[in-house]
């Protein structure tokens, strides 16, 4: 079985800054997809990244990067720039097929004026 | 584009009724995923369809059932209604399973069993 580990329940950030969320997972597939959703206060599950694990480039979307490390089974999202609007809860996903997802726990992340 | 639909967004049961939470997606995807979030947690896989006529469960089936006789439409069916059914229930669809493809989610139904 799959397991993901958000181990920051809460964080915040000062806005235009840099703030970083960690996600640890477990698995012994060798092939599978890692994604970071944003669930704002209206809760719609928003995408924000997503990263192939037989690619080590690590992906980036506009001010959302990962680190991922697949060998340490790491997965951490960066977001530079921070804007209020980024104020949300964000989760960490594991994907192998269409019956098999795993979500994290969730970080709830506040950006402050 | 109205993309994935659900209704209704709320709703409180009594103990041991049923209800039915209806799914729609016009986007024409073949994948279709019921979740549950629980207060405080990540969503939970309870039944997905890889299209018309195919469903399969997932890792939190109990006290839940489905049907897929369109594309379009994926309704998750509450039998006897219980306390731990209390949370929230997305559905969402997607054009493969693979993680190259993004899945869309509908906005939610809060279910309260009382």
């Known amino acids: 079985a799959q397991t993901v580990t958000q181990s920051q329940p809460e964080m915040s950030v000062q806005e235009a800054e840099t703030v970083t969320l960690s996600c640890t997972y477990d698995?012994?597939?060798?092939?599978?997809?890692l994604f970071w959703y944003k669930q704002p206060p209206s809760r719609q599950m928003i995408l924000v990244i997503r990263q192939e694990a037989y690619k080590q480039q690590n992906a980036t979307e506009n001010r959302f990067s990962v680190n991922f490390q697949k060998a340490a089974k790491s997965f951490s999202l960066k977001i530079s720039d921070s804007q209020l609007g980024d104020t949300a809860m964000y989760f960490c996903?594991?994907?192998?097929?269409?019956?098999?997802?795993?979500f994290g726990d969730g970080t709830t992340l506040t950006v402050k004026p | 584009n109205a993309g994935v639909t659900q209704t209704p967004k709320f709703r409180i049961l009594k103990i041991g009724q049923s209800m039915t939470l209806q799914c729609t997606q016009d986007?024409?995807?073949?994948?279709m995923y019921w979740y549950r979030q629980d207060p405080g947690m990540g969503l939970k896989l309870i039944y997905y369809s890889v299209g018309a006529g195919i469903t399969d469960k997932g890792e939190v089936p109990n006290g839940y059932n489905v049907s897929r006789s369109t594309t379009e439409d994926f309704p998750l069916r509450l039998e006897l209604a219980a306390p731990s059914q209390t949370s929230v229930y997305f559905c969402?669809?997607?054009?493969?399973?693979?993680?190259?493809?993004?899945?869309?989610f509908g906005q939610g139904t809060r279910l309260t069993v009382v």
């Open positions: 969402a669809s997607s054009y493969s399973m693979g993680g190259n493809t993004e899945a869309f």
């Open positions: 996903a594991f994907l192998v097929n269409a019956g098999k997802s795993t």
């Open positions: 698995t012994s597939e060798s092939n599978y997809y």
């Open positions: 986007m024409n995807h073949n994948y």
